[in-house]
């Protein structure tokens, strides 16, 4: 069974900094979303199996930056120039897929329990 388990987050002013982190029970392709009440989850960053490719929400280009350590299975999501927008339960995620640029949710197949990311004015 896949488990992902994530750490991190937390309370931050505005064009602060923070880290997420997820360990993941195997070696899988690895995302992150993020969602706020009433809205759907929405896609923020991916990376691939071996690291050297990622992809990023627009938004978040620039200021974020997806990483992966794979003899630790795990991910991290590096947030810089935090905005009161980004405040939002993130959630880490893995597929069985490989190829391609997974922004869908629904291209996903297992989830974290999400954590917390205040971004205070």
């Known amino acids: 069974q896949v488990q992902l388990v994530q750490s991190g987050g937390g309370l931050v002013q505005a064009v602060g900094s923070l880290r997420v982190f997820c360990a993941a029970s195997g070696r899988y392709r690895l995302g992150w979303f993020r969602q706020v009440p009433s809205k759907v989850r929405e896609f923020v960053a991916t990376i691939s199996m071996n690291g050297d490719s990622t992809d990023y929400e627009d938004s978040v280009t620039g200021r974020f930056n997806i990483s992966r350590d794979n003899p630790k299975n795990t991910v991290h999501l590096q947030m810089n120039s935090l905005r009161p927008e980004d405040t939002a339960v993130y959630y880490c995620?893995?597929?069985?897929?490989?190829?391609?640029?997974?922004?869908?949710?629904?291209?996903?197949?297992?989830w974290g329990q999400g954590t917390q990311v205040t971004v205070s004015s």
């Open positions: 995620a893995a597929t069985n897929q490989i190829g391609g640029f997974l922004r869908l949710r629904q291209q996903y197949q297992y």
